[in-house]
């Protein structure tokens, strides 16, 4: 499930060439395909945000959750080992659950660690009744890295939300001409019906950078078009 990025390229280049304002070269594309990819990804946590709050339980509304849900579920990782790298050098967006596997009585058992700020931990070390244990461990997170108390580093895992990866029109120069290159390219790894979004926020981008705010309205009659033929 991806949105390939050459279907993407050719329909920015297209839109751009269309109305003469200038050629997007493959370097810019990349920086703000990416950048693209990440404003929407994004926002699919703020637009989550919204619709949980919206009182009732109305079908469009719900539909709604259901279908960023399925577009955030495309990142959603579980059960991954945390080694000793950063968060951010794991490509963590959003951390979920932590676990401690223990072997209790000859079967391998999950424990969930609870979440603590770190000015928190000395109080919960210090007291008897919330003392972490192998059965009741405690993580923080600081210095964008994880530490699970009182188990060692063995035997963890969690569950994340992780980051789209950095995609990349590949190219092959053949006579001063930039080829397309599929074994060199990354697609975006949004959902299927990101794809007119896509080319939308990249023209939208293209037009800052090449200061030519007309892109956005071409960019927005573009995809009223699409939306329109689709309804049909």
């Known amino acids: 499930m991806a949105v390939n990025i050459n279907t993407v390229y050719l329909r920015v280049l297209a839109i751009a060439n269309k109305e003469q304002r200038g050629y997007i070269t493959p370097q810019e594309f990349n920086t703000l395909a990416n950048q693209a990819q990440l ?16 009182p009732g339980n109305d079908t469009i509304h719900s539909d709604a959750v259901d279908m960023l ?16 790298g950063t968060l951010s050098d794991l490509g963590v967006h959003k951390l979920g659950a932590v676990y401690h596997q223990e072997t209790v009585n000859g079967v391998q058992t999950k424990f969930e660690a609870e979440k603590l700020n770190p000015n928190e931990l000395r109080y919960y070390i210090n007291s008897p009744l919330t003392a972490p244990t192998v059965k009741r461990p405690v993580f923080i997170v600081h210095q964008d890295q994880i530490t699970v108390l009182p188990v060692e580093a063995d ?35 949004l959902h299927p019906s990101e794809e007119t979004e896509l080319v939308l926020k990249i023209l939208t981008l293209a037009g800052i950078v090449m200061k030519e705010p007309q892109l956005y309205q071409i960019a927005a009659a573009e995809d009223a078009k699409n939306i329109q033929q689709e309804k049909q």
Do not use: H
């Not at 849900?69 to 000793?84: D, L, M, R, T, W």
């Not at 992780?162 to 290159?181: C, F, Q, R, S």
């Open 69 to 84: 849900e399925e577009k955030i579920g495309i990142f959603e990782v579980y059960n991954s080992p945390i080694g000793a």
């Open 39 to 54: 404003d929407i990804f994004e926002q699919y946590f703020y637009d989550l945000n919204q619709f949980l709050r919206l």
């Open 155 to 189: 035997n963890l895992s969690m569950n994340y939300i992780a980051k789209p990866l950095d995609v990349y029109w590949g190219y092959t120069m053949i006579n001063n001409e930039a080829l397309y290159n599929p074994a060199a390219s990354i697609n975006f790894q």
